[in-house]
C-alpha cells in the first residue's frame, strides 16, 4: 500500500474493493489466490480463498474453510493481540471467499527461524494461546510470516475451531508453564465479553455452529481456570510436515 492504513481503513479497503486476480499462490492445498484490491486512490495486495476452491475434509463442514479464517482473525482482534492479518468475508470472481491482507514478509523466515533469532517470545506465548482458544489443527512453522517490518503474523487457520480437541502445532515450548499476567488479563476480559454477549461471540455464533461455539467457551473457560499452557498428551499433536 502507498500510505499506512489503520486496520478499519484496511478492512474497508478489503470488503469495498474491485477485486482483480494476480495469479494462484504456490504450495496452498486449496486454491489461494493473490489479488489487488482497489477503492478509488487506495490499492493494496490481498490473499482470496474462494469457497469453490476449499478440497474437502472428512472433519470438517464443506464450504466454511474461509468462515474460521474469519473467526480466526476476530478472535485475535477481539484478544487485542493483531497477530492475524486484517481478513473480510466477501464476493469475489471465484464467489464469496475470504480476503486477508498480504504481508510483505522475508521469504526465508519463518516461526523456526525467528525462535533461533529471538526477540519473539512474547508474542510466541500469545501465538500459542490463541492455537489453544482457536484449536488450530495446522500450525506449521511456516504458518507464521516475519513482516519486512520485522513484525510476527500468524496465518492459514482454515482448520480451526473444530468441536473435538485437535490442536496440531510446532509451538509446544510453553507447554506446562503458568500463562503470564498480561496475557491471562486479555483472556479474562474476553471471557467477561462473551459472557455479556459481546459483538465477538455474536459473530462467532453467525460463521460457526452451536457446538463449535460451547466448545470455543470450554477451551476459554478451561485455560482460565488452569492458568497454564496444556501438555500435548498422547494423540498426534505436531502437523505434517511441520514446516
Not at 485475535?76 to 497477530?83: I, Q, T, Y
Request: aromatic share 10%.
Amino acid at each position: 500500500m502507498s500510505k499506512e492504513l489503520s486496520v478499519g481503513e484496511v478492512l474497508a479497503l478489503l470488503t469495498n474493493g474491485k477485486m482483480e486476480i494476480q495469479g494462484m499462490m504456490p504450495w496452498s492445498s486449496n486454491y489461494t489466490l493473490l489479488v489487488t484490491v482497489r477503492n478509488g486512490d487506495l490499492e493494496g495486495l490481498a490473499v482470496y480463498k474462494p469457497r469453490r476452491g476449499e478440497r474437502p475434509l472428512w472433519d470438517f463442514p464443506r464450504g466454511t474453510l474461509c468462515q474460521r479464517e474469519f473467526a480466526a482473525f476476530l478472535l485475535s482482534e477481539a484478544l487485542g493481540w493483531s497477530l492475524v492479518p486484517p481478513t473480510v468475508l466477501r464476493d469475489g470472481p471465484y464467489g464469496y471467499g475470504s480476503v486477508q491482507l498480504y504481508i510483505d514478509c522475508d521469504q526465508d523466515a519463518h516461526l523456526f527461524t525467528m525462535q533461533k533469532e529471538g526477540g519473539y517470545d512474547d508474542q510466541l506465548a500469545r501465538l500459542a494461546a490463541f492455537d489453544i482458544l482457536s484449536n488450530n489443527a495446522d500450525r506449521k512453522s511456516g504458518h507464521c510470516l516475519k513482516g519486512t517490518d520485522g513484525r510476527l503474523w500468524a496465518i492459514d487457520h482454515g482448520i480451526c475451531f473444530h468441536a473435538e480437541p485437535k490442536l496440531r502445532t510446532v509451538l509446544w515450548d510453553f507447554a506446562g508453564e503458568p500463562i503470564c499476567e498480561e496475557i491471562m488479563a486479555d483472556l479474562c476480559a474476553l471471557r467477561e465479553d462473551v459472557r455479556n454477549g459481546g459483538r465477538f461471540i455474536r459473530a462467532l455464533e453467525g460463521l460457526l455452529v452451536p457446538e463449535e461455539v460451547r466448545a470455543f467457551r470450554r477451551r476459554l473457560d478451561r485455560l482460565i481456570e488452569t492458568g497454564c499452557y496444556p501438555d500435548p498428551g498422547a494423540a498426534r499433536h505436531i502437523p505434517w510436515p511441520p514446516v
